[in-house]
């Protein structure tokens, strides 16, 4: 714990009006970094509710010394400025935040304020509508002469970002209001994700996000990178700002529709018959909002929602009240960043406390070691929760969660529950810090972790049986092994019946011939002659015609760690044979040994590339699948690239600085399929030199020994890439 921590948990009263200025300063970092991360990013590092706990601790502050707010206090601000890329819109009247209650006494406080402000007597009932607070973006639109011309988001609530375009894709929202429509009005609602579909969504991201892993790992260059969302909201916010839009309209996302912005005629007099417009405009208005003739009303109405919370298809995080007549909303107006017509009632955070029984490590398909809590079956908020997510290794260490541990849940908006800290108190004398494995649960491989990752990982890429039906896909695929006829659902059949457990098992498929031909679809009720009682005997003769693999695709084959087929062709140029290659990696996984070294001039091959090469061959059971499946399947060595006739034929080229188009070592794969020697430094021997930008001293001295010197343009000419 900080100090400033320890200073938080003292009411302000007790705070000297010093402590209480840097506490507010450090506030005020504090929540700009968390309001970013959010608003901006779309990534919240913090749950709901610690976020808001610190909004209300500077609340509280500024409550006891108001001379103290800053002028960049976060009770002045609203969201995050718009972020670069899209075009600003200036709301015609600005999009605010609300004030939050969170319980009875606050909402009547709130209730009071109004009737002072208005001179309202206390017998005077406050007639509210109630709508439910879904946790998901607001959006304004701006409808003139009846058609949609502009949406954008709340932004810093004065500017916010033009997302027309991926706004006309929703098909919640119409392009024309029908009937009677106001010259110019601004319509205010929320884009959001149902629960079902966010789950649906992630868990394609998640897929997404472990493939595009895999395949930088093998060397492959992945473009926009995939993510997963921490909750629905972040998840509606990240489709909706996509600088694309056909991204948007593959997205799941809905709109209801509740408030209006600037107007040039008011079509209501009040908030309710407000939403009956809407509706005639075939907006979607949350049909659960009601209109609450008094407080009383509304505090029934909380609680009723309390209890179909955990039922909703989409998450709300409290309810909104608003005051009904919009002549007393627009005599009340705004205070700093809310009005003082509605408000927020938010649901206390659903936490619950319950014992840790054990720690499980779950294993990817690609071989990553996930930590998830089995706890004490625990009602959270209506839901019983029995599993919670640890996210890695680092974060059990930091929280020092421990099996035996009385831990506190917590479900607060999120759909997955996570452990949020343990109750020290009650941990048991004889626990211990819990140890994260370092061989994989599934097969017993060593599970590494290198430098500046948070996942550990399975090193039994060939045999463990959480990766092997990826593994497998990846084997027979088209880069790879290429066997026509056998793809993934044919390699999962395979694997389910227990034909496949390994790649070599693919070679030794002819035996259970008789047996395959006995599957559905597979021959066994088709006339001789069909296309199905050939499948069989299409697929053996398939996998034979592979049975010699050439050594670079069999390499790639391997699915080894950043071992693509980029480097997988140099390490087969390089090596030649299986026998060497198996040999000199066998050797290499002595530090300093010479082929250690080999392994490490080669051009293309940088330090991460050998280090992964050495644990595939450190784990000894990859050894005997490799050694299996060569025996099936010989490798063909690689022949010396064909010395074609062409400008790069025969000759050393060198490449220096940094090109614009491709890497190094791509520029040096091309440049040896067209024959050419890669070598990484100048000499006599060099016939060219490729310059890029900032080269140094090869430059310099390719110019001295009189060595032909390339810009990149000529040299793509020459290689014929454009
Ligand atoms: N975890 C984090 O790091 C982090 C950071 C910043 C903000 N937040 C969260 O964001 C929220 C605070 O942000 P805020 O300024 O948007 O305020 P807010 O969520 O308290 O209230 C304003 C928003 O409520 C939404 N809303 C939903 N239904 C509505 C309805 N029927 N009528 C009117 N508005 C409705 C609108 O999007 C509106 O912009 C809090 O829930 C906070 O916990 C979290
Ligand atoms: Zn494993």
């Not at 709300?316 to 408000?343: C, E, M, N, S, T």
């Not at 930590?371 to 020092?400: C, F, S, W, Y």
């Not at 062709?569 to 250690?596: D, N, P, Q, T």
Request: hydrophobic fraction near 40%; proline fraction near 6%.
């Amino acid at each position: 714990m900080t100090g400033h921590d320890a200073l938080r948990t003292r009411p302000p009263e007790a705070l000297t009006e010093e402590e209480a200025a840097a506490e507010l300063a450090a506030l005020a970092a504090e929540i700009a970094h968390h309001d970013r991360a959010y608003h901006e990013k779309d990534a919240p590092e913090v749950s709901d509710a610690e976020y808001d706990a610190l909004v209300r601790r500077n609340q509280a502050i500024e409550g006891r010394f108001p001379e103290l707010i800053r002028g960049d206090s976060p009770s002045r601000r609203v969201g995050s400025k718009p972020v670069e890329g899209f075009a600003t819109v200036r709301h015609g009247v600005p999009m605010l935040s609300l004030g939050n209650v969170f319980d009875e006494a606050e909402f009547a406080e709130f209730c009071a304020r109004i009737r002072r402000f208005l001179g309202l007597p206390a017998e005077e009932p406050l007639r509210f509508v109630g709508e439910p607070k879904i946790d998901g973006l607001s959006v304004n639109l701006l409808y003139e002469d009846g058609r949609f011309v502009r949406g954008a988001t709340r932004g810093d609530g004065t500017t916010g970002e033009d997302i027309t375009a991926n706004l006309r894709t929703l098909r919640d929202l119409p392009d024309r209001l029908e009937g009677i429509a106001p010259r110019s009005i601004e319509i205010r609602g929320e884009v959001f994700m149902e629960k079902a579909e966010f789950l649906a969504f992630n868990a394609k991201q998640a897929a997404l996000v472990e493939e595009q892993a895999r395949r930088a790992a093998a060397g492959e260059r992945i473009g926009e990178r995939a993510r997963v969302f921490a909750n629905p909201r972040n998840a509606a916010a990240g489709s909706l700002r996509q600088l694309d839009p056909k991204i948007t309209a593959g997205r799941p996302l809905k709109l209801f529709a509740y408030a209006m912005g600037a107007a040039s005629e008011a079509p209501a007099a009040t908030h309710w018959d407000w939403l009956g417009v809407l509706r005639g405009w075939s907006f979607a208005v949350n049909p659960l909002s009601r209109l609450l003739p008094d407080a009383e009303a509304a505090a029934a109405f909380q609680a009723e929602m309390t209890a179909e919370r955990a039922g909703l298809g989409y998450d709300i995080d409290g309810v909104v009240y608003k005051l009904d007549r919009l002549d007393w909303q627009a005599r009340l107006g705004f205070v700093g960043r809310a009005p003082r017509w509605a408000v927020a009632w938010k649901f206390p955070a659903e936490q619950a406390t319950t014992t840790l029984l054990k720690i499980e490590i779950q294993v990817g398909r690609t071989g990553a070691l996930t930590p998830r809590a089995v706890m004490q079956p625990v009602n959270v908020g209506g839901v019983m929760v029995q599993h919670a997510t640890l996210h890695n290794e680092d974060e059990i260490a930091r929280k020092d969660v421990r099996v035996g541990d009385t831990v506190v849940i917590q479900r607060a908006g999120d759909v997955i529950p996570q452990v949020v800290s343990v109750v020290p108190e009650k941990r048991p004398e004889d626990s211990a810090p819990f140890a994260f494995p370092e061989t994989c649960p599934a097969c017993g491989s060593h599970a590494v972790r290198p430098p500046g990752e948070v996942v550990r990982r399975c090193t039994g890429g060939l045999i463990c049986p959480a990766q092997t039906v990826e593994r497998l896909k990846h084997f027979v695929s088209r880069n790879a092994m290429d066997i026509e006829g056998l793809g993934e659902e044919n390699i999962q059949k395979l694997y389910d019946e227990g034909l496949v457990r390994s790649p070599a098992d693919i070679f030794r498929l002819s035996r259970h011939a008789e047996r395959m031909r006995g599957w559905e679809g597979w021959g066994s009720r088709s006339k001789k002659g069909t296309e199905e009682s050939r499948k069989v005997a299409n697929l053996l003769a398939a996998i034979e015609a592979r049975r010699r693999p050439p050594l670079d695709r069999f390499i790639f084959a391997l699915g080894i760690r950043r071992i693509g087929e980029v480097n997988a062709k140099l390490l087969a140029r390089h090596y030649h044979s299986f026998a060497e290659w198996r040999e000199k990696m066998l050797a290499a996984r002595v530090i300093g040994s010479e082929a250690r070294e080999e392994l490490g001039s080669i051009q293309g091959i940088g330090p991460t590339i050998a280090e992964a090469l050495v644990e595939f061959f450190g784990e000894e059971r990859n050894l005997a699948a490799l050694d299996d499946l060569a025996g099936e399947a010989p490798p063909e060595p690689v022949a010396a690239p064909a010395a074609a006739d062409g400008p790069f034929a025969g000759k050393t080229v060198v490449f220096t600085g940094s090109l614009e188009t491709m890497t190094r070592d791509e520029a040096g794969d091309v440049a040896e399929r067209l024959g050419a020697k890669v070598a990484k430094s100048v000499s006599k021997r060099t016939d060219f030199v490729v310059v890029g930008a900032d080269a140094g001293s090869k430059a310099t001295k390719a110019a001295e020994l009189g060595v032909r010197v390339l810009t990149e343009a000529e040299w793509r000419g020459m290689a014929g890439l454009g």
